[in-house]
């Protein structure tokens, strides 16, 4: 039986039990059958903007040209509201050579402080420090210098920017390996040497996008995974985005409803403006480890709403370079996760089906 899962705050009581995915995986309760399917998401279009040879620039002037566009066909404006912040949520795990790319997240925050954001006001988050510092988020310790060093970073794993009242609650056991998850124990237990049973079930989520911001950006990069088929917009939002998530990774039945799961939270979708990935470098084989000899590279970049259509489309990308390569496709059956999210109204997942936005 599939355990069932559910995201909990405490302080307000609040139980988010996803009946209709327990019933979809085989582990919903007779009472699931009481509750309306969820609806499916509205489709949202994919906006595609080409870069030229000019890195810096042409990035500053794709974002900008792109965000604009996403402004008039959503009604959205991406301004300071009642909190004055913004997120970007940076992709920094498969270490150098794979992370957001410098110019794209320098591009955005230009374009925000152009909508009226001071830039202390715009923060970024990242899961490790270490990782953070070797692809340029944090400063080097030789010189001390950042790229970024007027806006605030938020290193997941200090363990500081987690409410214990917010936390995805599951009972796949933390320690599939003491050594990498020592961190992540540690966190849920309040910096203790030990941890109960009940706080190796907890994914602390990191609040500052949902509760701090008045909205947030994800950007990514993509890989394939060897648990979830394709790693990207939606498991940046997730598991690269909470405490004591390698459970879930090395876990290939639980990890897909996991991530839907966790994108399904309606406070993390309601400040989740859009997706922004750029295709200068993805890698098609072997993630979420960086190898050079399996990268492509795409001068595009490509936003939307809807992160599981965006993973759709990368799929297809990813799966026409193992072609021709020689490597085995990511078959439909790796990729559970799209299809749990779309029952959870998150996205839609055929890429067969996505409106194209074709940005000047």
């Known amino acids: 039986m599939q355990p069932q899962l559910k995201l909990t705050n405490t302080s307000a009581r609040r139980g988010w039990w996803v009946a209709a995915l327990l019933t979809a995986v085989g582990g919903g309760q007779a009472a699931a059958a009481d509750l309306p399917p969820p609806h499916k998401a509205p489709p949202q279009p994919v906006l595609e903007s080409m870069l030229g040879a000019e890195r810096e620039e042409d990035y500053v ?19 300071p509201g009642a909190k004055g912040k913004v997120g970007l949520k940076v992709y920094s795990d498969s270490g150098p050579g794979l992370a957001t790319p410098i110019p794209l997240t ?49 290193v997941l794993e200090s363990g500081k920017f987690y409410d214990p009242t917010w936390f995805y609650d599951s009972p796949l056991p933390t ?34 996008l949902f509760l701090d911001a008045d909205f947030w950006i994800n950007l990514p990069v993509y890989t394939d995974h060897p648990t979830l088929g394709i790693n990207g917009a939606l498991v940046n939002a997730t598991l690269w985005n909470a405490s004591n998530t390698l459970r879930f990774f090395r876990s290939p039945a639980n990890a897909p409803a996991a991530v839907a799961e966790m994108a399904a939270i309606p406070e993390l979708r309601a ?31 490509w936003l939307s709403a809807d992160p599981v259509a965006l993973d759709a489309l990368m799929v297809e990308r990813l799966n026409q370079a193992r072609r021709e390569t020689g490597f085995q496709p990511i078959g439909e059956d790796e990729l559970r996760m799209l299809e749990y999210a779309e029952q959870l109204g998150v996205g839609r997942w055929r890429a067969g089906q996505v409106k194209w936005v074709k940005v000047d």
């Open 271 to 301: 400040t989740w403006a859009c997706t922004l990935v750029s295709l200068e470098r993805y890698q098609f084989i072997g993630g979420p480890y960086f190898n050079s000899l399996y990268t492509r590279s795409e001068p595009r970049l």
């Open 61 to 79: 002037n794709a974002v900008e040209a792109i965000l604009a566009r996403y402004e008039a066909i959503s009604g959205r404006r991406l301004a």
């Open 175 to 208: 320690r599939f390996d003491p050594v990498l998850n020592e961190r992540a124990a540690l966190v849920a237990a309040n910096g203790k040497t030990q941890t109960t049973l009940e706080e190796d079930r907890k994914s602390f989520l990191a609040t500052p």
């Open 106 to 154: 320098r591009a955005v925050i230009g374009a925000l402080e152009r909508r009226g954001f001071k830039p202390d006001n715009i923060f970024l988050v990242g899961l490790n420090a270490l990782r953070m510092r070797l692809t340029g988020y944090l400063p080097t310790l030789s010189s001390g210098e950042s790229s970024f060093a007027n806006h605030p970073i938020f």
